[in-house]
């Protein structure tokens, strides 16, 4: 099994310091991580809510996440990554919006991202956006892309669909995939497809992962660097409507999925403590080194409340933090806390992969449903 090599609540770590000013307020676990230009560890954190002008707080580790400090100087706002090609460099906030620079970094100028609502769908909501990427390889390498929910009412009670929306140009332009849903003969509602992630393929493919009604999580691939998506199709992967998180290892292209692998309870009460969104229980980590066909045998990241979880290679080791909480209670968001794993990074990626013997436990209990995504082979 592997070994932690660290685990600590950052939110309680630093609740007089850093986090002084989130006291009673959401402190979000995704994206927060960026490029750091000397091989250590970076975050960034600004409040949810409008774009500002700039950082409320960038923090960063040269202990491999054990201590932590602030940074001086302006930083660019961003909520859903930093990403730099070829000496230009763009932070996207949201779905909606970015921050560019065209000369690595010395100056900057805000942008808006056009999404599905903007260019071919009037009357969507601004996208519910979780995940971004640069494409590093092939063809489209150099592109931008998002991956977005669209709610078609309120969220919980109706349905969602989902979309990309991608520039080749450092935002400049923008270009979007046509909007998809659950296919026939599949319910679209509550919630459907929604909260998806997306990664690059080491065969060059990018492989969207979501949240779903439907038991487990689900997922689509594109040829085509985000233009056009494939039909979706289920993972096996079981998992309440809870988001997931999806990264590309930089050095081998392994793919790292981050999800709560739970069997989900009966209702659509978002609210109640078992119902088609919960429990948020026994979040897991598992990676594939052959396109998301395989997987090693899942890793137990939290067993209580673990949600929201994001993954981030640097110095030697793979981080997850996510927002935590005692399993099953009923805790506020500005309650929960932000715990931070560490794992060695070579031990991730020499983990086993699973066999008939390994996965059949899993099976048994509910977790997997199959073998394989023979979609993908």
């Not at 931008?144 to 979309?163: C, K, M, R, Y």
Request: aromatic fraction near 12%; proline fraction near 7%; glycine fraction near 12%.
């Amino acid at each position: 099994m592997i070994k932690e090599l660290l685990r600590i609540d950052l939110r309680e770590e630093y609740r007089d310091t850093f986090f002084a000013d989130w006291e009673g307020r959401d402190l979000p676990a995704q994206h927060r991580f960026v490029p750091e230009p000397d091989g250590g560890v970076r975050m960034s954190f600004s409040r949810p809510g409008d774009m500002p002008n700039e950082a409320g707080l960038v923090i960063e580790s040269g202990t491999g996440g054990n201590t932590w400090w602030e940074v001086e100087g302006w930083h660019p706002p961003t909520s859903r990554g930093i990403f730099e090609w070829q000496g230009k460099r763009m932070a996207v906030w949201g779905g909606t919006e970015f921050m560019r620079s065209l000369d690595s970094g010395d100056s900057w100028e805000r942008g808006r991202i056009r999404n599905a609502g903007d260019l071919i769908y009037d009357g969507l909501e601004d996208p519910n956006c979780f995940s971004a990427i640069l494409i590093t390889q092939g063809i489209y390498a150099g592109r931008i892309v998002l991956v977005s929910d669209f709610f078609l009412g309120q969220e919980g009670p109706d349905g969602e669909v989902l979309a990309s929306t991608y520039t080749d140009d450092c935002g400049f332009t923008w270009k979007t995939s046509k909007v998809f849903g659950a296919p026939d003969p599949l319910p679209a509602g509550p919630e459907g497809f929604g909260e998806p992630a997306v990664v690059q393929l080491p065969s060059g493919w990018l492989w969207m992962v979501f949240r779903s009604l439907y038991g487990e999580l689900w997922q689509c691939v594109s040829r085509d660097g985000g233009a056009t998506w494939g039909r979706p199709t289920p993972t096996g992967l079981v998992s309440p409507i809870a988001n997931c998180y999806a990264v590309r290892e930089p050095t081998t292209g392994a793919t790292v999925l981050c999800w709560n692998a739970m069997v989900p309870g009966v209702g659509g009460d978002f609210r109640a403590r078992h119902s088609f969104y919960r429990p948020r229980t026994n979040l897991v980590f598992s990676v594939s080194h052959d396109n998301t066909r395989t997987w090693t045998v899942p890793v137990q990241v939290e067993a209580e409340g673990g949600q929201y979880p994001t993954i981030h290679f640097a110095a030697g080791r793979m981080f997850i933090m996510y927002q935590s909480s005692p399993a099953n209670a009923k805790v506020g968001w500005h309650e929960m806390g932000l715990t931070l794993v560490a794992y060695d990074a070579e031990e991730v990626l020499n983990l086993p992969a699973w066999t008939p013997q390994t996965i059949e436990p899993l099976i048994e209990v509910g977790l997997v449903r199959q073998w394989r995504a023979a979609a993908l082979m």
